[in-house]
Nanobody
Framework: QVQLVESGGGLVQPGGSLVLSCAAT????????MGWYRQAPTKERELVAV???????KYRDSVKGRFTISRDSAKNTMLLQMNNLKPEDTAVYYC??????????????????WGRGTQVTVSS
């Protein structure tokens, strides 16, 4: 069974930076595009960044130029470097696989498993 563990969140001031980490068990990284999702209070979960197995990367417009996704499929790990954070980035961040159908519009997917996520709070 796949287990996903996110870490690295915290409280940061606007303009600050954080690096989120994702670790997974099983073979999820080796065969799937992987992505970072987030869910803000009272909002639906959204996909913000994707990294495919062949190196293609896509970002939601709201995070372009500020977030950088990277993955190491051999180690089943993934990072999200977040710079110039804004209050609207406040959310619980999750990692999970991304289905090909999600990628063009960075749509959401239904999955049987999610990790606990890591809370990112951007506030002065």
């Amino acid at each position: 069974q796949v287990q996903l563990v996110e870490s690295g969140g915290g409280l940061v001031q606007p303009g600050g930076s954080l690096v989120l980490s994702c670790a997974a068990t099983g073979s999820i990284f080796s065969v799937n595009a992987m992505g970072w999702y987030r869910q803000a209070p009272t909002k639906e979960r959204e996909l913000v960044a994707v990294a495919t197995t062949d190196g293609n990367i896509k970002y939601r417009d709201s995070v372009k130029g500020r977030f950088t996704i990277s993955r190491d499929s051999a180690k089943n790990t993934m990072l999200l470097q977040m710079n110039n954070l804004k209050p609207e980035d406040t959310a619980v961040y999750y990692c999970n696989r991304v289905r090909p159908s999600q990628i063009p519009e960075l749509g959401m997917g239904l999955f049987d498993y999610w990790g606990r996520g890591t809370q990112v709070t951007v506030s002065s």
